[in-house]
């Protein structure tokens, strides 16, 4: 009996945990926050982090982007220009007809 008890319990554990790490991973739209090229970034960024955002995610989609002043004196701009680098890596997309060698 205890056993069974014992059982059911480990079972019942297992589902929940299971079911509660099933969150998604982009906030809705209706929650506010910041969005740049389909990637939410999160909320409450001063203007000059969201710059920063913007010139790291086109400089990641392969055209680079960056104030260097702004980089050099900016705690802001340069932490946003390394987080949108970062998330917008895989939108890279490389034209496979220009990288062929004749």
């Known amino acids: ?6 059982i059911t319990g480990l079972l019942l ?3 929940f945990i299971f079911l509660s790490g099933c969150t998604p991973s982009k906030a809705p739209e209706s929650k506010g926050g910041y969005y740049y090229s389909g990637l939410y970034f999160g909320k ?8 920063g955002i913007r010139d790291g995610c ?25 987080l949108g680098r970062n998330r917008c ?12 060698w004749s």
């Open 1 to 6: 009996m205890f056993i069974r008890k014992t």
């Open 13 to 15: 554990s297992s589902v």
């Open 44 to 51: 409450n960024f001063p203007e000059t982090f969201q710059r």
């Open 58 to 82: 086109t400089t990641a989609k392969g055209d680079y982007k960056k104030s260097h002043i702004r980089f050099n004196y900016d705690k802001d701009y340069e932490d946003g220009w390394f």
């Open 89 to 100: 890596k895989h939108l890279l997309v490389v034209d496979e007809e220009e990288e062929e």
